[in-house]
């Protein structure tokens, strides 16, 4: 299975960027997805999941302005970042699991998009 993630770019603060991955996994629907980041000089962190049945998944840190959702049929999550802080700068990966619906054991990994937010 393959993840190609895409979407990242610079964005000024307060502003919006939608993430994309996409799989080649032939059961799509059957793996949870989530996305994760990691900022220059920290570890890679948890930022939202949706499972195989939809549930959604957020950090509290991204909670109302972060959502997380998946389109089946075209083997894709996505994830749209509202109202942008310079916080939210970070290399954005997504993964997915075949068993765990948060996505704490990630079975592949994509390859990473930065988001850059500026002031």
């Known amino acids: 299975v393959q993840l190609q993630a895409s979407g990242g770019g610079l964005v000024q603060a307060g502003g919006s960027l939608r993430l994309s991955c996409i799989s080649t996994?032939?059961?799509?629907?059957?793996?949870?997805m989530g996305w994760f980041r990691q900022a220059p000089g920290k570890e890679r962190e948890f930022v939202a999941a949706i499972s195989w049945r939809g549930n959604t998944f957020y950090a509290v840190s991204v909670k109302g302005r972060f959502t997380i959702s998946r389109d089946n049929a075209k083997k894709t999550v996505y994830l749209q970042m509202n109202s942008l802080k310079l916080e939210d700068t970070a290399v954005y990966y997504c993964a997915a699991s075949w068993d765990s619906p948060r996505v704490e054991r990630a079975d592949y990994w994509g390859q990473g998009t930065q988001v850059t937010v500026s002031s």
């Open positions: 996994a032939r059961t799509f629907s059957s793996y949870a």
